[in-house]
């Protein structure tokens, strides 16, 4: 199945390069079955992924200084419930020109940098979507990181920690072969068993990290 997705996301980004403009889509995840209630009530605590060129692409956290930019199949990340989807408009932005630029916004977003209120995966797809459209995204999806900044104990601890992380060791990162992901994935699952049980446990082959790519110095 991995290859399939794969071949598929392929034909998409060839397809889209073809095109003058792609669409851009904000897809909003709940982490939280509170908010089947929050929604109605204009907040709730959301996760949020930008959709373009056929795949989407978050921000979430991890414990090492390394990109927790991520790109996942459209609407079926791991470990959220998948709400709805918002269309934020179009860019011009060719593919490889997308590439270069997710990859240079990496070095920005590690996963030991992600905050719930200071730092989340909307304030990356905000910027993200300003950049394609010049649209911030809707304000609801990261409204209670905007409250809970004059509250720090708004939010549980534990929803702070354990609805947002995924594990970068049992990833592959998007430019790497599968057959070395699954070696990695195999050797460390039985050191960091114990150690990392409070992490978003993945599905293999559906989470890739970006590569993180600085700009080079002139």
Same mark, same amino acid.
């Given at each position: ?22 669409? /851009? ?23 949020? %992924? ?7 692409? %978050? ?7 390394? #990109?927790?930019?991520?790109?996942? *199949? ?19 932005? #060719? ?31 905000? *910027?993200?979507? !300003? ?16 409250? %809970? ?10 929803? !702070? ?5 995924? !594990? ?8 790497? *072969? ?27 082959? /559906? ?12």
């Amino acid at each position: 199945m991995p290859s399939l997705r794969r071949n598929g996301s392929l034909e998409r980004v060839r397809e889209s390069e073809k095109k003058s403009n792609a669409m /851009v889509y904000l897809n909003v995840y709940d982490l939280t079955p509170a908010n089947n209630y929050l929604y109605m009530f204009g907040v709730g605590v959301f996760h949020s %992924g930008v959709e373009v060129h056929g795949m989407e692409y %978050g921000f979430g956290a991890h414990e090492y200084s390394t #990109s927790g930019v991520f790109e996942v *199949e459209p609407r079926s990340c791991p470990g959220f419930i998948f709400r709805r989807s918002v269309l934020l408009g179009s860019t011009d932005m #060719s593919y490889s020109q997308f590439r270069s630029f997710i990859e240079r916004l990496s070095t920005k977003y590690h996963g030991d940098t992600y905050h719930l209120i200071a730092k989340n995966c909307n304030h990356f797809t905000d *910027e993200v979507c !300003q950049e394609l459209t010049g649209k911030p995204i809707p304000a609801w999806v990261n409204r209670l990181a905007r409250v %809970g900044s004059f509250c720090n104990c708004l939010l549980p601890e534990s929803l !702070q920690v354990e609805a947002v992380r995924h !594990q970068p060791d049992l990833l592959a990162h998007s430019d790497e *072969e599968e057959t070395e992901s699954e070696e990695h994935s195999a050797s460390d699952d039985s050191e960091e068993e114990d150690s990392n049980h409070h992490l978003l446990e993945p599905q293999s082959g /559906v989470v890739s990290f970006i590569k993180e790519k600085p700009e080079a110095p002139e």
